[in-house]
């Protein structure tokens, strides 16, 4: 383990700026670059995470943390050192409290200085959000009794004409010929029967997913992808697939995940057709795994953003339905994911799938 420096108590915030901090309703604490603690703030000291501010001031975060936070946490701020960009992620706390953190970098010069830890409890908004996921499943599901209806219709036609046609050869045939036919639509209609039992099987199995399954983001692209090359959309696109091979599994079934990236994809294709390039690439934020899925077409336009998640929205009503993003993103965050656009600069369209790494707590 490396020598950890002795704790430095002059933290170097000014009062005011100390009262600032201690001002905002949030949990939240300053490291720099030595990861020593600079500011803990009085939400801080409080609740599940809390510690009094004296006793965790000017030392290191490993002597602060669970070796298991401490050791998710850094990579994580290294990033944010590393990069200067803000990360953000959902982690639990023992309590079973869920917070969304927010690692955002602070700067003094170019380069960042230190980094603001920002915990936002979000236990009450995710209850809240996991009951309108329970909704949407029943709209769902309320379409697929739909499709249901819409493919028993057929067989039970057929059924309905057999039963037709043994009425009459009860009344009327000869009694040889009566009893061979009506054995044969005695088995047309079995037949049918089965049929109808089979598509309602189906129909009810794909509506029901198993939450124990898992998947490795780099088969189901590669499946997603051999799927789609001989798609006409694909015909101008070029695709560049960077998946590291020792990504932790995904929690999410592969038919699902399939699903997510075919729609993305298509999307992509569809958004470029006079050719350019997709690029998926894998990787972590956090404990989470991701997925961003990139595109050189023109983007989302700004003022159809918020719109693009919702059900039946479409700009091009003459080919899509104006569910493929509205399917995927239900598919992911009905196993504690996320699906969403996120615009980056040189490559228009961008999205990002989040999903929970396998083996990590949910
Ligand atoms: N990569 C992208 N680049 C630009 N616009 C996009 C991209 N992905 C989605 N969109 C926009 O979002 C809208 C909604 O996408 P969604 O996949 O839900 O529906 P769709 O592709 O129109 O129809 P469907 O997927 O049902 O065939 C699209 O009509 C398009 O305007
Ligand atoms: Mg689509």
Redesign the pocket.
């Known amino acids: 383990m490396p020598r950890i420096p002795p704790a430095r108590p002059d933290s170097g915030l000014s009062g005011l700026a100390v009262a600032i901090l201690d001002a905002l309703p949030s949990n939240l604490y300053v490291v720099d670059r030595d990861l020593r603690i600079v500011a803990w703030n009085s939400v801080r000291e409080k609740g599940p995470l809390g510690r009094p501010r004296r006793t965790v001031l000017g030392r290191h975060l490993r002597q602060i943390l669970t070796p298991q936070g401490f050791d998710a946490a850094l990579p994580v701020l290294k990033q944010v050192f590393e990069t200067g960009t803000t990360q953000e992620e959902t982690i639990e706390s023992q309590g079973a409290r869920l917070f969304h953190v927010r690692r955002l970098p602070v700067r003094e010069g170019r380069k960042p200085t230190h980094v603001l830890c920002w915990f936002e409890d979000i236990t009450e908004r995710r209850a809240m959000e996991m009951r309108v996921i329970a909704t949407d499943r029943l709209a769902f599901l309320g379409q697929l009794v739909a499709g249901v209806a819409h493919e028993l219709s057929n067989p039970l036609a057929g059924i309905a004409g057999c039963a037709e046609a043994l009425a009459s050869l009860a009344l009327g045939a000869p009694a040889g010929t009566a009893r061979r036919e009506a054995r044969e639509f005695r088995d047309l209609i079995r037949g049918e029967v089965a049929r109808c039992e089979r598509i309602v099987r189906s129909l009810l199995d794909s509506a029901r997913p198993d939450p124990n399954s898992t998947a490795e983001l780099g088969v189901t692209v590669g499946t997603a992808l051999r799927l789609l090359q001989r798609h006409p959309a694909f015909a101008r696109t070029r695709v560049v697939s960077r998946i590291p091979q020792d990504l932790p599994a995904a929690r999410i079934d592969p038919d699902s995940l399939k699903q997510v990236v075919v729609?993305l994809a298509?999307?992509?294709a569809?958004?470029m057709p006079t050719g350019g390039t997709l690029t998926l690439r894998g990787g972590r934020a956090g404990r989470d795994v991701v997925l961003d899925v990139t595109?050189t077409?023109?983007?989302?336009p700004a003022h159809?953003r918020r719109r693009?998640?919702d059900p039946y929205?479409?700009?091009?009503p003459t080919?899509?339905?104006?569910?493929?993003?509205?399917i995927a993103r239900s598919l992911v965050r009905g196993r504690g994911g996320d699906l969403v656009y996120r615009p980056r600069p040189r490559v228009?369209?961008s999205?990002r799938v989040t999903l929970k790494a396998a083996g990590g707590r949910a």
Do not use: C, E, K
């Open positions: 729609a298509m999307n992509a569809q958004a595109d077409g023109p983007g989302v159809i693009i998640f929205f479409t700009t091009d080919r899509g339905a104006g569910l493929g993003l509205a228009s369209g999205f």
